[in-house]
């Protein structure tokens, strides 16, 4: 049996994501679909589906996943590059994110983080040594990371770079990496970041927006002036679920990279608050689930959790910084929370990893 809290913590934000979605969207699924709960049915099929795949991964060994971490990356490299060819990907809002499949969208990069972490923890095991003292062992797995985020900003996908790097460079530091190579890197790295947001006039425009958004509330600060109005009407205990204001198209992306702004509208400071703690103790959890693998002499199962740890600290952090303000505005999912079928696919997928990860340690299994 998997383990009870953890599975619970994630099913519970699966829910808050099934309301609040239900209710964000609405309005919009009404004028766009001429159906209210467009989004909504949607929703339920990829959780049908994100629900079926983790059952799918809780009962594959980890030993497959070690040893084929790096097919996982090179698929996932192959659908980065795909999803750039003119006539192949999708284009919305000027970024080119997006694989159509009939009905429904696969976006690449939820399937690069994941990857991204499989890979990385195998490779750790593998190469340990390496990582920890040579420069070599350090600057391979950065090689691979370089293609990665240069792909995702081609697209371009900041929000994506910034995860999927942030939880790479995690991972090595905590897998034990010399602190001068990694400040090198590091800093390398930051610089890199620097001039790629100094590039592109709109990320210019986004970053001073952030500081000032209600300095042109009309235009580039209309999300953050929006959101931050959401927040304000929540007042401690909400306006009521279904009774949001700030969705009736006054919030552009209600149901996806702000829906945290209308659950705290609706729900107020307490639903906000509560929905941080779920995220607090599934994250906390998820560490100590990598604490006791490295313990149970498990390296690949501890990097692997440490990684999933990363990914849904930072999206949640990024998601929910940038609805209150404390962030600049970029386009990221809120883990188990936003609408999006491969993002939830993607999470629920993680976590029946950490699950799977937990029961090997709880049982003792050894690698053969």
Not at 51 to 67: S, T
Not at 303 to 315: D, K, M
Not at 332 to 356: E, K
Request: with cysteine; net charge neutral; aromatic share 12%.
């Amino acid at each position: 049996m998997p383990d009870t809290g953890l599975l619970m913590l994630g099913v519970a934000l699966m829910l808050v994501g099934l309301v609040a979605i239900s209710s964000a969207s609405i309005e919009y699924a009404d004028i766009n679909y001429s159906s209210t709960w467009f989004h909504t049915v949607r929703h339920l099929i990829y959780m049908g589906v994100a629900l079926g795949a983790a059952i799918v991964v809780y009962r594959i060994p980890l030993e497959f996943w070690e040893q084929t971490g790096w097919v996982w990356l090179f698929i996932a490299l192959a659908l980065l590059i795909l999803v750039l060819i003119p006539g192949v990907g999708r284009e919305v809002n000027g970024s080119q994110r997006w694989l159509p499949l009939g009905p429904f969208t696969l976006q690449p990069s939820e399937f690069a983080k994941l990857a991204m972490v499989v890979y990385l923890a195998g490779y750790m095991v593998r190469r340990e040594h390496e990582v920890r003292y040579e420069w070599q062992g350090f600057l391979k797995p950065m090689a691979v990371l370089f293609a990665a985020t240069l792909l995702l900003m081609v697209e371009p996908d900041f929000g994506a770079t910034v995860i999927v790097a942030g939880s790479a460079f995690g991972m090595l530091f905590l897998a034990g990496v010399k602190i001068v190579h990694f400040m090198v890197v590091g800093a390398g790295a930051l610089g890199a970041l620097l001039v790629l947001v100094v590039s592109e006039p709109y990320r210019v425009k986004r970053l001073t927006a952030y500081t000032d958004p209600w300095a042109d509330p009309y235009d580039t600060g209309f999300q953050l002036t929006q959101s931050l109005i959401a927040f304000g009407r929540g007042e401690w205990f909400g306006v009521g679920l279904g009774n949001s204001v700030q969705k009736l198209f006054y919030l552009p992306e209600a149901h996806t990279d702000f829906v945290f702004s209308i659950w705290a509208e609706e729900t107020g400071f307490v639903g906000a608050l509560a929905v941080i703690l779920l995220y607090i103790a599934l994250i906390g959890r998820i560490l100590w689930v990598g604490r006791a693998a490295q313990l149970a002499a498990q390296p690949f199962g501890a990097y692997v959790c440490y990684g999933v740890a990363l990914v849904f600290s930072g999206q949640a952090f990024v998601n929910m910084g940038v609805s209150s303000g404390l962030l600049p505005t970029k386009g990221l999912t809120l883990p188990f929370v936003s609408y999006g079928g491969t993002s939830l696919i993607v999470c629920c997928v993680m976590l029946a990893l950490v699950l799977r990860i937990e029961n090997s340690v709880r049982h003792g299994e050894v690698k053969k």
